[in-house]
Protein backbone atom coordinates (compact mmCIF):
# COMPACT_ATOMS: atom_id res chain seq x y z
CA UNK A 1 0.00 0.00 0.00
CA UNK A 2 1.54 3.22 -1.18
CA UNK A 3 0.39 6.58 0.61
CA UNK A 4 0.75 10.04 -0.55
CA UNK A 5 1.62 11.96 2.84
CA UNK A 6 1.52 16.19 2.32
CA UNK A 7 2.51 18.13 5.49
CA UNK A 8 4.19 21.30 5.47
CA UNK A 9 5.36 20.89 9.49
CA UNK A 10 9.08 18.74 9.17
CA UNK A 11 8.46 17.40 12.86
CA UNK A 12 5.14 15.46 12.13
CA UNK A 13 5.07 14.69 8.56
CA UNK A 14 8.61 12.52 9.61
CA UNK A 15 6.44 11.51 12.90
CA UNK A 16 3.48 9.83 10.88
CA UNK A 17 5.68 8.65 8.04
CA UNK A 18 7.61 6.85 10.76
CA UNK A 19 4.55 5.60 12.30
CA UNK A 20 3.15 4.55 8.44
CA UNK A 21 6.52 2.72 8.13
CA UNK A 22 6.62 0.68 10.58
CA UNK A 23 3.09 -0.59 9.70
CA UNK A 24 4.54 -1.62 6.16
CA UNK A 25 3.54 0.94 3.99
CA UNK A 26 5.40 2.81 1.53
CA UNK A 27 4.90 6.27 2.45
CA UNK A 28 5.87 9.69 -0.16
CA UNK A 29 5.78 12.44 2.04
CA UNK A 30 6.11 16.06 0.64
CA UNK A 31 5.40 19.69 1.94
CA UNK A 32 3.34 21.68 -0.65
CA UNK A 33 0.48 21.48 -3.03
CA UNK A 34 1.97 21.71 -5.86
CA UNK A 35 4.26 19.05 -5.19
CA UNK A 36 2.31 17.12 -4.36
CA UNK A 37 0.10 16.76 -7.44
CA UNK A 38 3.19 16.94 -9.33
CA UNK A 39 3.23 13.32 -7.64
CA UNK A 40 -0.39 12.30 -8.32
CA UNK A 41 0.15 13.03 -11.96
CA UNK A 42 3.22 10.74 -12.30
CA UNK A 43 1.55 7.59 -13.71
CA UNK A 44 4.17 5.26 -12.56
CA UNK A 45 3.16 5.61 -8.98
CA UNK A 46 0.30 4.60 -7.59
CA UNK A 47 -1.27 6.17 -4.56
CA UNK A 48 -3.76 3.56 -2.47
CA UNK A 49 -4.15 6.32 0.04
CA UNK A 50 -3.34 10.21 0.14
CA UNK A 51 -3.38 11.89 3.68
CA UNK A 52 -3.51 15.78 3.23
CA UNK A 53 -2.73 18.79 5.74
CA UNK A 54 -5.77 21.48 5.11
CA UNK A 55 -3.09 24.16 4.91
CA UNK A 56 -0.16 24.02 2.22
CA UNK A 57 1.97 26.43 0.64
CA UNK A 58 1.28 26.15 -2.56
CA UNK A 59 -2.08 24.45 -3.19
CA UNK A 60 -4.17 23.43 -0.39
CA UNK A 61 -5.11 20.14 0.61
CA UNK A 62 -8.78 21.36 0.16
CA UNK A 63 -7.64 22.47 -3.69
CA UNK A 64 -6.01 18.99 -4.46
CA UNK A 65 -9.43 16.97 -2.99
CA UNK A 66 -11.08 19.39 -5.64
CA UNK A 67 -9.09 18.85 -8.30
CA UNK A 68 -8.95 15.07 -7.62
CA UNK A 69 -12.54 14.86 -7.43
CA UNK A 70 -12.73 17.10 -10.79
CA UNK A 71 -10.98 13.93 -12.79
CA UNK A 72 -13.19 11.49 -11.04
CA UNK A 73 -10.03 9.87 -9.22
CA UNK A 74 -11.37 7.80 -6.15
CA UNK A 75 -8.53 7.78 -4.25
CA UNK A 76 -9.24 8.24 -0.73
CA UNK A 77 -7.92 11.09 1.13
CA UNK A 78 -7.68 11.63 4.90
CA UNK A 79 -7.55 15.37 5.42
CA UNK A 80 -5.53 16.84 8.87
CA UNK A 81 -6.02 20.25 10.36
CA UNK A 82 -6.02 21.98 13.42
CA UNK A 83 -10.05 23.95 12.07
CA UNK A 84 -12.41 21.97 14.06
CA UNK A 85 -15.64 23.81 13.69
CA UNK A 86 -18.22 21.74 11.78
CA UNK A 87 -18.69 24.57 9.24
CA UNK A 88 -15.30 23.48 8.55
CA UNK A 89 -15.34 19.68 8.71
CA UNK A 90 -18.64 20.07 5.90
CA UNK A 91 -16.10 22.04 4.01
CA UNK A 92 -13.63 19.14 3.88
CA UNK A 93 -16.17 16.66 3.17
CA UNK A 94 -17.84 18.39 0.47
CA UNK A 95 -14.26 18.95 -0.77
CA UNK A 96 -14.04 15.60 -1.86
CA UNK A 97 -12.20 13.99 1.17
CA UNK A 98 -13.08 10.73 2.81
CA UNK A 99 -12.73 11.33 6.79
CA UNK A 100 -11.40 14.26 8.92
CA UNK A 101 -9.02 14.24 11.72
CA UNK A 102 -8.22 17.39 13.86
CA UNK A 103 -4.67 18.58 15.37
CA UNK A 104 -3.58 17.24 17.56
CA UNK A 105 -4.49 13.46 17.55
CA UNK A 106 -2.45 9.96 18.72
CA UNK A 107 -0.85 7.92 15.92
CA UNK A 108 -3.01 5.47 16.83
CA UNK A 109 -6.01 7.17 15.86
CA UNK A 110 -4.47 7.96 12.57
CA UNK A 111 -4.12 4.10 11.79
CA UNK A 112 -7.35 3.34 13.31
CA UNK A 113 -8.67 5.94 10.63
CA UNK A 114 -6.19 4.50 8.03
CA UNK A 115 -7.23 0.90 8.59
CA UNK A 116 -11.07 1.84 8.44
CA UNK A 117 -10.52 3.99 5.04
CA UNK A 118 -9.15 0.70 3.90
CA UNK A 119 -11.75 -1.34 5.16
CA UNK A 120 -14.72 0.56 3.41
CA UNK A 121 -12.93 2.00 0.35
CA UNK A 122 -13.36 -0.14 -2.95
CA UNK A 123 -10.20 1.42 -4.29
CA UNK A 124 -8.07 -0.22 -1.83
CA UNK A 125 -6.91 -4.27 -1.23
CA UNK A 126 -9.73 -6.46 0.26
CA UNK A 127 -8.89 -7.79 3.90
CA UNK A 128 -7.01 -10.72 2.37
CA UNK A 129 -5.04 -11.29 -0.06
CA UNK A 130 -4.60 -14.88 -1.52
CA UNK A 131 -2.40 -16.08 -4.17
CA UNK A 132 -1.91 -19.74 -3.94
CA UNK A 133 -1.00 -21.49 -0.59
CA UNK A 134 0.40 -17.78 0.79
CA UNK A 135 -2.53 -15.71 2.43
CA UNK A 136 -1.32 -11.85 3.26
CA UNK A 137 -3.92 -10.20 6.33
CA UNK A 138 -3.94 -6.31 5.87
CA UNK A 139 -5.27 -6.09 9.39
CA UNK A 140 -2.24 -7.87 11.16
CA UNK A 141 0.24 -7.08 8.51
CA UNK A 142 1.48 -10.76 8.43
CA UNK A 143 1.72 -13.21 6.12
CA UNK A 144 0.69 -17.17 6.31
CA UNK A 145 1.66 -20.30 4.30
CA UNK A 146 -1.60 -22.40 4.37
CA UNK A 147 -0.61 -26.16 5.32
CA UNK A 148 -2.46 -29.01 3.48
CA UNK A 149 -3.65 -29.64 7.44
CA UNK A 150 -5.74 -26.45 7.35
CA UNK A 151 -3.68 -24.79 9.31
CA UNK A 152 -1.40 -21.32 8.74
CA UNK A 153 2.58 -20.66 8.88
CA UNK A 154 3.28 -17.53 9.96
CA UNK A 155 5.82 -16.06 7.45
CA UNK A 156 8.64 -13.94 9.19
CA UNK A 157 9.11 -11.08 7.02
CA UNK A 158 10.63 -7.32 7.16
CA UNK A 159 8.99 -4.02 5.68
CA UNK A 160 10.40 -4.66 2.83
CA UNK A 161 10.41 -8.00 2.19
CA UNK A 162 6.46 -7.87 3.19
CA UNK A 163 5.86 -4.93 0.74
CA UNK A 164 7.54 -6.87 -1.97
CA UNK A 165 5.84 -9.96 -1.69
CA UNK A 166 2.22 -8.48 -1.97
CA UNK A 167 3.14 -6.33 -5.07
CA UNK A 168 3.67 -9.56 -6.54
CA UNK A 169 0.60 -11.19 -4.73
CA UNK A 170 -1.17 -8.57 -6.43
CA UNK A 171 -0.05 -9.51 -10.23
CA UNK A 172 0.45 -13.11 -10.30
CA UNK A 173 1.59 -15.15 -13.11
CA UNK A 174 2.97 -11.57 -15.01
CA UNK A 175 5.98 -10.23 -15.57
CA UNK A 176 7.30 -7.32 -13.60
CA UNK A 177 10.32 -5.71 -14.13
CA UNK A 178 12.86 -4.26 -11.97
CA UNK A 179 11.89 -0.67 -12.66
CA UNK A 180 8.40 -1.36 -12.31
CA UNK A 181 8.93 -2.59 -8.69
CA UNK A 182 11.16 -0.16 -7.65
CA UNK A 183 9.20 2.63 -8.81
CA UNK A 184 6.05 1.05 -6.71
CA UNK A 185 7.94 0.36 -3.91
CA UNK A 186 10.49 2.64 -2.89
CA UNK A 187 10.14 6.11 -1.92
CA UNK A 188 10.64 9.08 -4.72
CA UNK A 189 13.67 10.39 -3.12
CA UNK A 190 15.08 6.70 -1.71
CA UNK A 191 18.67 6.65 -2.86
CA UNK A 192 18.66 2.93 -4.09
CA UNK A 193 21.44 1.25 -6.43
CA UNK A 194 21.20 -0.51 -9.25
CA UNK A 195 20.73 -3.70 -7.98
CA UNK A 196 18.23 -3.29 -4.71
CA UNK A 197 15.50 -5.10 -6.53
CA UNK A 198 17.17 -8.35 -6.95
CA UNK A 199 18.46 -7.84 -3.71
CA UNK A 200 15.45 -7.24 -2.14
CA UNK A 201 14.20 -10.80 -4.00
CA UNK A 202 17.06 -12.69 -2.72
CA UNK A 203 16.11 -11.95 0.64
CA UNK A 204 12.40 -12.77 0.27
CA UNK A 205 13.26 -15.96 -1.44
CA UNK A 206 15.33 -17.25 1.75
CA UNK A 207 12.31 -15.98 3.69
CA UNK A 208 9.50 -18.20 1.90
CA UNK A 209 12.26 -21.31 1.92
CA UNK A 210 11.75 -21.48 5.60
CA UNK A 211 8.09 -22.34 4.30
CA UNK A 212 9.10 -24.62 0.66
CA UNK A 213 7.58 -21.27 -0.80
CA UNK A 214 10.66 -19.58 -2.57
CA UNK A 215 10.54 -21.39 -5.97
CA UNK A 216 7.43 -19.49 -6.62
CA UNK A 217 9.32 -16.32 -7.57
CA UNK A 218 10.64 -16.95 -10.82
CA UNK A 219 13.81 -15.03 -12.39
CA UNK A 220 12.64 -14.23 -16.27
CA UNK A 221 16.25 -13.95 -17.64
CA UNK A 222 16.16 -10.24 -19.81
CA UNK A 223 12.77 -9.18 -18.60
CA UNK A 224 12.11 -9.19 -14.62
CA UNK A 225 10.40 -11.62 -12.43
CA UNK A 226 7.52 -13.65 -11.92
CA UNK A 227 5.54 -15.17 -8.77
CA UNK A 228 3.92 -18.76 -10.47
CA UNK A 229 0.89 -19.46 -8.96
CA UNK A 230 -1.18 -22.58 -10.12
CA UNK A 231 -4.90 -21.98 -11.74
CA UNK A 232 -4.00 -17.84 -11.10
CA UNK A 233 -5.60 -15.91 -14.22
CA UNK A 234 -2.68 -14.59 -16.57
Given amino acids: MRV ?10 TAIKRT ?30 AIFDWLLPGMSG ?11 SP ?3 LMLTAKDSVED ?16 FSM ?17 QPQQLQAGNLILDYDTRSVYRLERSGGKQLVELTNKEFQLLEYFMKHPNRIVTSEQIRNQLWEVT ?39 IPNAAK
Avoid at 4 to 13: K, M, S
Avoid at 89 to 104: E, F, H, N, T, W
Fill in 20 to 49: LNQEKYVVDLVFNGTEAWDYLENQQMQYTL
Fill in 190 to 228: ADTTSNVVAAQIRLLRRRLAVVDSDRAIETVSGRGYRLN
Fill in 108 to 124: AELLARVKALHRRSPQL
Fill in 4 to 13: LLVEDEPDLG
Fill in 75 to 77: LPV
Fill in 89 to 104: RVAGLSAGADDYLVKP
Fill in 62 to 72: IDLCKRLRRQN
